[in-house]
């Protein structure tokens, strides 16, 4: 999902310069760098001087140690755009201090920048910071706001889908549907668009 993010904010304009990649292994780094023309570096407290907002894209088990490895190289006015599932702002609050966190779900479709995003902020994210969590965002599709709670019941946007789920595979847990996370009166299914015209010829329907 970071590498998609990094592609939709290029599509929206961002400078290549603007944007440095971190990967974990040497081979994905050069194929990042293949993809987008970003620097990307192994280390990833290399990237953070001088930043704005420093996206999280990693999976959940993996939070703890990347938050180890650029606690020291954080600095006052840094804005932390999480996109690891299921992990609360509080984690992040917890091993770095008092930094402004949001805490963002994008789905699938935000690879080819037909997503929608759910968004919420932490502790100590202000009207600002969530005004540019929503900027950096919306380069993949539009962002609804949330409270942060909300975020970790957002495990099916309808109704159908929900006792699908429940009938199909046998899911025990609760699945709690929020209807407000694609509002109908404000977001309209894009007719055409990129990711049409990325993946379909002119005419032709994507399922």
Not at 57 to 72: M, W
Not at 94 to 111: F, Q, Y
Not at 130 to 147: F, I
């Amino acid at each position: 999902m970071g590498e998609a993010l990094a592609m939709g904010l290029l599509e929206a304009g961002w400078a290549h310069s603007d944007i440095d990649l971190a990967a974990r292994r040497v081979e994905r780094a050069r194929r990042v760098e293949a993809g987008t023309s970003c620097r990307c570096v192994l280390e990833p407290a290399e990237i953070l001087a001088g930043k704005d907002v420093v996206v999280v894209a990693v999976k959940p088990r993996d939070v703890h140690h990347l938050l180890a490895q650029i606690n020291p190289a954080v600095e006052a006015g840094h804005l932390f755009l999480s996109l690891a599932a299921g992990v609360p702002t509080s984690v992040f609050e917890k091993a770095l201090g008092e930094v402004a966190v949001v805490r963002a779900m994008p789905n699938t479709p935000a690879i080819v920048r037909q997503g929608i995003s759910g968004m919420a902020g932490g502790a100590f994210a202000s009207a600002d910071d969530l005004d540019l969590a929503e900027q950096v965002l919306s380069a993949v599709g539009p962002v609804s706001r949330l409270e942060e709670h909300l975020l970790d019941a957002v495990t099916a946007v309808s109704e159908w889908l929900r006792g699908s789920t429940l009938e199909k595979l046998g899911v025990t847990n609760r699945i709690e549907v929020v209807p407000n996370f694609i509002v109908p009166e404000r977001y309209e299914r894009a007719r055409t668009g990129p990711g049409a015209r990325r993946w379909a010829k002119p005419g032709e329907k994507i399922l």
